[in-house]
């Protein structure tokens, strides 16, 4: 596939949301409304995108950094953020490092490291860990638009298909 595809779904365009819109204009009471059925909440759905985006940063920078023991350190313990400075400042995490993903992807393209070894335990290779983190931000962020919508606050201002 085509490296500008690549760089679409990290960071959104058509129907394909920009992954920081998903987060905008969200309070940190919605953020942590548990819906009845849901396994996740928002907050919970971005700690954990911005959980793996870490990993994987740290490991494509070198060397692969630890992996975690069980996936249940990968979500957090609480439902919701406990004020509005700590959604805030999880949400620019979010927003950070879906910028240095898009960015990294950019110079690995440009530097021919896309095949560079970043996994050797399971032989992933940096354009591989790009794929996969574009693939599981999309997974989330539908989950997340999917809560916006079931508590009426879809679209965010900067758009998103409503149909």
Known sequence: ???????????????????????????????????PGAQHTIWQLVWHMNYWMDYELRSLQGPEAKYPEHAAESWPAASGPRDRAEWEAETARFRQQVEKFAAWGLRAAREGLLDRL??????????????????????????????????????????????
């Open 1 to 35: 596939m085509p490296k500008d595809i690549l760089q679409d779904l990290l960071r959104g365009r058509g129907a394909h949301v920009d992954p920081v819109a998903i987060v905008e204009g969200l309070s940190p009471d919605l953020a942590g409304r548990q819906l």
């Open 118 to 163: 970043v996994h050797p335990r399971n032989a992933d290779r940096a354009g591989d860990v790009l794929w996969q983190m574009a693939a599981h931000n999309s997974y989330h962020c539908g989950q997340v638009a999917l809560l916006r919508r079931a508590f009426g606050a879809w679209p965010p201002a900067s758009g998103g298909d409503t149909w």
